[in-house]
């Protein structure tokens, strides 16, 4: 199963239309498109789903969301590295 997991905006690299960030999700940071959330800035927190950021969320909504992933298990198969 895959899910939207919340992280936070790091870096942004790269101008419209091929914006990317690096994002923070706990200690573990990811490349992520945010071709979908124009209006993403660095430190917002964003839904990512697949490597795309699919929208904004605060940042009380973010770790409460996260929380509940961790809580649920379900993080560890969806940031586990690519290659495994």
């Given at each position: 199963m895959c899910l939207a997991i919340p992280g936070k905006i790091l870096e942004i690299q790269?101008?419209?239309p091929l914006r990317n960030?690096?994002?923070q999700f706990g200690?573990?940071?990811r490349q992520v498109c945010l071709n979908f959330v124009p209006e993403a800035g660095l430190g917002d927190y964003v839904m990512v789903h697949?490597?795309?950021a699919i929208s904004r969320v605060d940042a009380v909504e973010a770790e409460r969301t996260y929380k509940l992933l961790q809580e649920m298990?379900?993080?560890e198969?969806?940031?586990?590295?690519a290659d495994q």
């Open positions: 790269g101008e419209e960030a690096r994002v200690g573990i940071v697949v490597g795309f298990g379900a993080l198969a969806e940031l586990a590295p």
